[in-house]
């Protein structure tokens, strides 16, 4: 089966410059796609140089910064269009472990959706303050609370999507950005019927640069979290 993770970048030229060859290293199988948003700091023409060493890594730039899950649905169609079977996605910053993708890549024979878990025994968050956890955690129980599926982590964005679920969403119609697009994409499979299976990981803070998650993007989720009911 061909199987690719796909990882979106904003000016994580420090972070990429080390994740690409231990991601290549990792698994021989394992294709890597960036999705990039035009970053000044010259992230792109870092993982050029990549491709000059590998055919596995593989790279999107975008015109601008326009949100991480505009980010994601482009990079998700053009993985489908180039016809891989299991479609990852994960951080560029460390913050997701490699381990951890191998173990969620394992256990794609479990479901039509892998799901990498904090919130299920065996998974959680290093160096997270109280109230980071809170509105965390919180936020993944609101949100089962309101859609009434019995997911444990809906924010998380360290996931893997077989090509199948992808086809049958309507990516054309997901609009959610941050929190609520992780929410929103796991929502849509479970609706459509698709076996969600979580796995645990362990979450940890990034290596270097700046965290790209706002206060904006958080209360987007609260009160998205009920117009992606009606869907």
Do not use: C
């Amino acid at each position: 089966m061909k199987k690719i993770v796909i990882i979106p970048t904003y000016n994580e030229n420090e972070n990429i410059s080390l994740m690409l060859p231990q991601l290549l290293e990792l698994d021989p199988n394992l294709d890597i796609l960036i999705v990039d948003d035009n970053s000044p700091d010259g992230t792109a023409s870092i993982v050029k140089d990549f491709q000059k060493k590998s055919t596995r890594v593989h790279l999107e730039v975008r015109d601008k910064k326009n949100g991480l899950g505009r980010a994601y649905i482009h990079g998700f169609k053009w993985a489908l269009k180039e016809s891989y079977d299991l479609i990852g996605q994960m951080d560029a910053d460390f913050s997701h472990r490699l381990a951890d993708l191998k173990t969620i890549f394992e256990s794609s024979d479990q479901g039509d959706v892998i799901i990498g878990s904090r919130w299920i025994p065996g998974g959680g968050a290093l160096k997270w303050s109280k109230f980071r956890k809170f509105i965390s955690l919180g936020g993944s129980l609101y949100s089962r609370w309101i859609l009434s599926f019995p997911l444990k982590d809906w924010t998380g964005g360290f996931n893997l999507w077989k090509r199948d679920v992808l086809e049958n969403i309507d990516l054309d119609h997901v609009t959610s950005e941050g929190y609520s697009f992780q929410i929103e994409m796991k929502y849509r499979a479970q609706k459509l019927g698709y076996k969600v299976v979580e796995v645990p990981i362990v979450f940890e803070e990034r290596h270097s640069g700046q965290s790209k998650m706002s206060t904006r993007i958080v209360l987007e989720a609260l009160y998205r979290v009920w117009s992606i009911r009606g869907l």
